[in-house]
C-alpha cells in the first residue's frame, strides 16, 4: 500500500453556512454557528492527521459590508474561539495565530487576540493560523509597507524578503487549498502563500463537512504530482 504524503499546510475557505441555513429553514445565524462547531472539529482532526499548519478563513475584509447584525454576531462566535473556547486549542497542543489587519476591530477582541496568541504560544501539535479580518492583496500592501519603513534599497527587494514581512512569516505556503460550497475562486485568501499549491473543491457546505472527508482530501492530494513550475 502506498504511504500518504500528507500536505504540511492546507487552507480551508470556509464557504456556504448560509445557504446551509437557509436549506434547512434556519436563519443566517445558525448557519455561522454549524459552521463555528464544525470548524473546530475539522482543525482538531486535519492536525491529528500530520497536517502542520490549518488555515482557516473566517472573516475577510470585504466582510464587512454584510449587515450590522450579521457582523455583531460573527464577531461574537469570534470571540468565543478566543476566550471561552480556547482551551479547546490548548488541550490539544495547538498554537494559535492570527493573520489579518487590525483595522476596525474592537479593542476587546484585540486584547482576546494577544492573550490567545500569548496562551498557545508554546503549543507543538500545531498551528492554526485563523485568518481573521484579512485579504490576501492587503496583506501584501502591508508586508510592502514594513520593507520601504525598514529603509531597504529596491535592489534589495527579494520575493524572501516580501515573505519574512508577510503577516506571521512562519506560516509556510501552502500545499493544498480547500474551498467548500462549490464556489471555484480563491476570494483573496492567502495570495502570497498559494503561488504553488493544490486547489480542491468540494460541493459540500462548510457545515456539512466531516472527519471521513479529511480522509479523502489527503488521499486526493497523495495522488498529484507537483512539479512547481519543473
Given at each position: 500500500?502506498?504511504?500518504?504524503?500528507?500536505?504540511?499546510?492546507?487552507?480551508?475557505?470556509?464557504?456556504?453556512?448560509?445557504?446551509?441555513?437557509?436549506?434547512?429553514?434556519?436563519p443566517a445565524?445558525?448557519?455561522?454557528?454549524?459552521?463555528?462547531?464544525?470548524?473546530?472539529?475539522?482543525?482538531?482532526?486535519?492536525?491529528?492527521?500530520?497536517?502542520?499548519?490549518?488555515?482557516?478563513?473566517?472573516?475577510?475584509?470585504?466582510?464587512?459590508?454584510?449587515?450590522?447584525?450579521?457582523?455583531?454576531?460573527l464577531?461574537?462566535?469570534?470571540?468565543?474561539?478566543?476566550?471561552?473556547?480556547?482551551?479547546?486549542?490548548?488541550?490539544?497542543?495547538?498554537?494559535?495565530?492570527?493573520?489579518?489587519?487590525?483595522?476596525?476591530?474592537?479593542?476587546?477582541?484585540?486584547?482576546?487576540?494577544?492573550?490567545?496568541?500569548?496562551?498557545?504560544?508554546?503549543?507543538?501539535?500545531?498551528?492554526?493560523?485563523?485568518?481573521?479580518?484579512?485579504?490576501?492583496?492587503?496583506?501584501?500592501?502591508?508586508a510592502?509597507?514594513?520593507?520601504?519603513?525598514?529603509?531597504?534599497?529596491?535592489?534589495?527587494?527579494?520575493?524572501?524578503?516580501v515573505?519574512?514581512?508577510?503577516?506571521?512569516?512562519?506560516?509556510?505556503?501552502?500545499?493544498?487549498?480547500?474551498?467548500?460550497?462549490?464556489?471555484?475562486?480563491?476570494?483573496?485568501?492567502?495570495?502570497?502563500?498559494?503561488?504553488?499549491?493544490?486547489?480542491?473543491?468540494?460541493?459540500?457546505?462548510?457545515?456539512?463537512?466531516?472527519?471521513?472527508?479529511?480522509?479523502?482530501?489527503?488521499?486526493?492530494?497523495?495522488?498529484?504530482?507537483?512539479?512547481?513550475?519543473?
Amino acid at each position: 500500500m502506498t504511504e500518504l504524503t500528507v500536505p504540511k499546510h492546507i487552507g480551508y475557505i470556509v464557504d456556504g453556512n448560509r445557504r446551509w441555513a437557509k436549506k434547512h429553514g434556519l436563519p443566517a445565524y445558525e448557519g455561522h454557528l454549524a459552521g463555528y462547531n464544525v470548524l473546530k472539529d475539522i482543525v482538531i482532526d486535519t492536525i491529528t492527521a500530520g497536517v502542520e499548519y490549518v488555515s482557516v478563513y473566517i472573516f475577510s475584509t470585504e466582510n464587512w459590508k454584510r449587515s450590522e447584525e450579521e457582523v455583531s454576531k460573527l464577531m461574537g462566535l469570534v470571540l468565543k474561539l478566543l476566550t471561552s473556547d480556547l482551551p479547546i486549542l490548548d488541550d490539544n497542543n495547538i498554537k494559535l495565530r492570527v493573520l489579518g489587519s487590525r483595522d476596525r476591530l474592537s479593542d476587546r477582541i484585540i486584547k482576546a487576540i494577544d492573550e490567545a496568541e500569548s496562551r498557545t504560544a508554546d503549543n507543538t501539535a500545531g498551528t492554526l493560523a485563523l485568518c481573521f479580518n484579512y485579504g490576501g492583496q492587503l496583506e501584501i500592501v502591508d508586508a510592502v509597507k514594513k520593507i520601504i519603513e525598514s529603509g531597504v534599497s529596491a535592489d534589495a527587494v527579494t520575493a524572501d524578503l516580501v515573505s519574512q514581512n508577510l503577516y506571521a512569516p512562519e506560516v509556510p505556503p501552502l500545499d493544498l487549498v480547500v474551498r467548500t460550497s462549490g464556489e471555484q475562486r480563491l476570494s483573496n485568501f492567502m495570495l502570497w502563500r498559494v503561488a504553488y499549491s493544490e486547489i480542491m473543491f468540494i460541493e459540500k457546505t462548510w457545515p456539512d463537512i466531516t472527519k471521513e472527508e479529511i480522509a479523502n482530501i489527503i488521499s486526493d492530494f497523495s495522488k498529484r504530482s507537483r512539479r512547481f513550475g519543473g
